[in-house]
């Protein structure tokens, strides 16, 4: 568990490139390389960016820390559910 969480700060904080937020095109690439095998459109620039707006809960055009937070935690939710599903249906 340890090794996922720094995994998840370092991968946001290289994104960033030294800056607190992740902007437009940042966001695009991170979600594009480091999430693309668990999102569907993860390659559609529209659709990655309507989901950028609605991250950004304070208006800003930009993820912060805490918003790339609500991301992961919806991408491992719906992990869990898709796995306890699948177990439920193997039973």
Do not use: H
């Not at 030294?18 to 437009?24: I, S």
């Not at 940042?26 to 390389?33: D, G, M, S, T, Y």
């Amino acid at each position: 568990m340890e090794s996922a969480i720094k995994t998840v700060v370092t991968t946001f904080l290289s994104s960033t490139r030294g800056k607190e937020n992740l902007e437009g095109g940042a966001f695009q690439k991170l979600v594009k390389k480091q999430l693309g095998g668990m999102m569907e459109n993860a390659d559609c620039s529209s659709a990655v960016k309507e989901m950028q707006r609605g991250l950004d809960a304070d208006n800003d055009g930009k993820v912060s820390f805490q918003e790339y937070l609500t991301l992961i935690g919806y991408l491992a939710n719906s992990a869990s559910e898709r796995k306890a599903g699948a177990n439920a249906n193997a039973s």
